[in-house]
């Protein structure tokens, strides 16, 4: 499976501040993920980073709150903007891959609390 | 009805004890499914794909029953290092993932 990068892996933000996530894929990947897991719920698609095109936003998420980019194979990152205390979650980066193409696997996460 | 649904538990069981779960989803269309463990302020990790036939691996045995549309765990000789929360996912394209079910393994 591929190693998957993610920085930075905590951080302590001020309301109304936005904050960048970075995705570090070692090796080529068609299909990038990113998700939302808030304390004591299950994980939720954010969105699917497309290369070179705007990412795909699923229900309940734009992009104007979580810009994402995907330059190229290997890399996203995910910004959540003008964060409120409701956006204290864990992101995690994930990429799909696996024998049959069709497993997904997560990077270590980015634990956000905003105060 | 949610899209996929696990008993939340815990489920706490002293070591050796065998313990299943089920993972209930509502779409029939829905294509792969998996189990995964997370580890408490951890990442989900892989633990294994489920088929058809039912599949197992060392003290783990998926099971898929596509007409009654549930998926099982079941894990023989529980050990400590098993406590964690045991995520269903079901692949329908998009990747829809349980609550997650908490096993505590007890000494």
């Known amino acids: 499976s591929a190693v998957i990068s993610q920085k930075p892996s905590r951080d302590i933000c001020q309301r109304g501040t936005s904050l960048t996530i970075q995705c570090q894929v070692d090796s080529q990947v068609t299909m990038m993920f990113w998700y939302r897991q808030q304390p004591g719920q299950s994980l939720t698609l954010i969105a699917t980073?497309?290369?070179?095109?705007?990412?795909?936003?699923e229900s309940g998420f734009v992009i104007d709150k979580f810009p994402i980019s995907r330059p190229n194979l290997t890399f996203s990152t995910l910004t959540v903007s003008n964060m409120s205390p409701e956006d204290s979650s864990i992101y995690l980066c994930?990429?799909?891959?696996?024998?049959?193409?069709?497993?997904?696997?997560f990077g270590e996460g980015s634990w956000l609390t905003v105060v | 009805r949610k899209e996929v649904e696990q008993d939340p538990g815990p489920f706490n069981v002293p070591e050796g004890a065998t313990v299943a779960f089920n993972c209930t989803y509502s779409n029939s269309a829905s294509q792969s499914f998996f189990w995964y463990r997370q580890d408490c302020r951890k990442e989900p990790k892989l633990l294994m794909s489920?088929?058809?036939s039912g599949n197992e691996d060392g003290r783990f045995t998926a099971q898929l029953n596509r007409a009654s549309q549930y998926i099982s765990l079941l894990i023989r000789d529980s050990k400590l290092s098993d406590s964690a929360t045991y995520l269903c996912?079901?692949?329908?394209?998009?990747?829809?993932f349980g609550t997650g079910t908490r096993l505590k393994v007890l000494a």
């Open positions: 489920v088929y058809s």
């Open positions: 994930s990429v799909s891959g696996g024998p049959s193409g069709n497993t997904i696997y």
């Open positions: 996912v079901v692949n329908l394209p998009k990747y829809i």
């Open positions: 980073a497309n290369q070179g095109s705007e990412a795909t936003y």
